[in-house]
T-cell receptor
Framework: SQQGEEDPQALSIQEGENATMNCSYKTSINNLQWYRQNSGRGLVHLILIRSNEREKHSGRLRVTLDTSKKSSSLLITASRAADTASYFCATDATGSARQLTFGSGTQLTVLP | GAGVSQSPSNKVTEKGKDVELRCDPISGHTALYWYRQRLGQGLEFLIYFQGNSAPDKSGLPSDRFSAERTGESVSTLTIQRTQQEDSAVYLC?????????FGSGTRLTVV
């Protein structure tokens, strides 16, 4: 079964609005990472949050982690058309030799 | 180079043929991973190399799949007797810490 599962599967918003994507996972983790993938491109690492952290910011990105609920959220504020991409969460599970497990992603479309 | 490089970027092959995909990791990265991404799905782990240790092959879907890496350099992923279900993007990643750097992938289409 999927370790990281994102929801929603697809999200469409207007430029300037905030976008929130959620990720749930099943096992204990060392850290959780968010990646972006533009169509036809490789994955780009956005942010890493460790299991002992609850919130992390990077520019317009805000990530939260709730290990008791085994969930994380990615918030993109003041979205731009260039934010249109697929967003994946990936978990680095305890004892997994740093093998990342990815969810199937959220397709974000930001309309100009 | 500055990033993880994969070649070819696109490959169309006939069912039953063998294909070889190449990954040049970031210099100094000891760990190298291969993933497969089928259309609309998340990444599937295939194989993991760490230095000179025996690779973790637990994600290889069948014995038609194999991969090699010499030391901490280039890796090749070979798929023998390709099937249409092998059509996917094959991504390589290398890492020296907890964050992985990904290549742009090889899009394989088996016709």
């Amino acid at each position: 079964s999927q370790q990281g599962e994102e929801d929603p599967q697809a999200l469409s918003i207007q430029e300037g609005e905030n976008a929130t994507m959620n990720c749930s996972y099943k096992t204990s983790i060392n850290n959780l990472q968010w990646y972006r993938q533009n169509s036809g491109r490789g994955l780009v690492h956005l942010i890493l949050i460790r299991s002992n952290e609850r919130e992390k910011h990077s520019g317009r990105l805000r990530v939260t982690l709730d290990t008791s609920k085994k969930s994380s959220s990615l918030l993109i504020t003041a979205s731009r058309a260039a934010d249109t991409a697929s967003y994946f969460c990936a978990t680095d599970a305890t004892g997994s030799a740093r093998q990342l497990t990815f969810g199937s992603g959220t397709q974000l479309t930001v309309l100009p | 180079g500055a990033g993880v490089s994969q070649s070819p970027s696109n490959k169309v092959t006939e069912k039953g043929k063998d294909v070889e995909l190449r990954c040049d990791p970031i210099s100094g990265h000891t760990a190298l991973y291969w993933y497969r991404q089928r259309l609309g799905q998340g990444l599937e782990f295939l194989i993991y190399f760490q230095g000179n240790s025996a690779p973790d092959k637990s994600g290889l879907p069948s014995d038609r799949f194999s991969a090699e890496r010499t030391g901490e350099s280039v890796s090749t992923l070979t798929i023998q007797r390709t099937q249409q279900e092998d059509s996917a993007v094959y991504l390589c990643a290398s890492s020296s810490r907890q964050t992985q750097a990904f290549g742009s992938g090889t899009r394989l289409t088996v016709v």
